[in-house]
């Protein structure tokens, strides 16, 4: 069992719409959650990230986490063109531990 | 502040060569990172230097993979002799603060291709 999956899509959604994504996974120490963006030909960009459970809130993007589930969520509101882009899911320990556990990534497209 | 800066950006080698990639991290950032990412694969890391030492290499998959950071500044990745599963793109990330998960910052990635 992969220790972070997510559904590589692809997704389209035409503009406005509200966007859901999400990942799970299985183990039960990671602690620190993110979700990055990444356009074609450039590196991963962060979004936003969570410590431990709750939602976070920043503009048109909330991100949600559930420990006792092991499922977190990447919602965007609005959805804009200029989203379109892959977003990946990470996940670490924390501490001392710096790598980065990542999904595949999900491709969404918004459609003007 | 510029960023991370990884070069090249493209690389096509044949089999059997060797091949330098260069990170230059953010000024004053201590903590610089490796990752790949293999076609259709997730991004999976590499190796972690705080500095100049290696913190964790656990990722690295062979020995013909060498990472250095001479210094404490930019770090090369070294692969010798490549083989075509080497093949994916490199990205460095640096951190200012060590165990600061969420604080990285990414380079663009050298997409390495092994003929």
């Known amino acids: 069992q992969k220790e972070v999956e997510q559904d590589p899509g692809p997704l389209s959604v035409p503009e406005g719409a509200i966007v859901s994504l999400n990942c799970t996974y299985s183990n039960s120490a990671f602690q620190y959650f993110m979700w990055y963006r990444q356009y074609s030909r450039k590196g991963p960009e962060l979004l936003m990230y969570?410590?431990?459970?709750g939602n976070k809130e920043d503009g048109r993007f909330t991100a949600q986490v559930d420990k006792s589930s092991k499922y977190i969520s990447l919602f965007i509101r609005d959805s804009q063109p200029s989203d379109s882009a892959t977003y990946l899911c990470?996940?670490?320990?924390?501490?001392?531990?710096?790598?980065?556990?990542f999904g595949k990534g999900t491709k969404l497209s918004v459609k003007p | 502040e510029a960023g991370v800066t990884q070069f090249p950006s493209h690389s096509v080698i044949e089999k059997g060569q060797t091949v330098t990639l260069r990170c230059d991290p953010i000024?004053?950032?201590?903590?610089l990172y490796w990752y790949r990412r293999v076609m259709g694969k997730e991004i999976k890391f590499l190796l972690h230097?705080?500095?100049?030492?290696?913190?964790?290499e656990s990722g690295m998959p062979n020995n013909r993979f060498l990472a250095e950071r001479t210094g404490g500044t930019y770090s090369t990745l070294k692969v010798q002799p490549a083989e075509l599963e080497d093949s994916g793109v490199y990205f460095c990330?640096?951190?200012?603060?060590?165990?600061?998960?969420?604080?990285?910052?990414f380079g663009s990635g050298t997409r390495l291709t092994v003929v």
């Open positions: 969570t410590y431990s459970s």
């Open positions: 990470a996940m670490s320990h924390g501490g001392s531990q710096g790598n980065l556990i």
């Open positions: 000024s004053g950032h201590d903590n």
């Open positions: 990330a640096s951190s200012q603060v060590s165990g600061q998960n969420y604080g990285y910052t």
């Open positions: 230097f705080v500095k100049e030492s290696k913190q964790d």
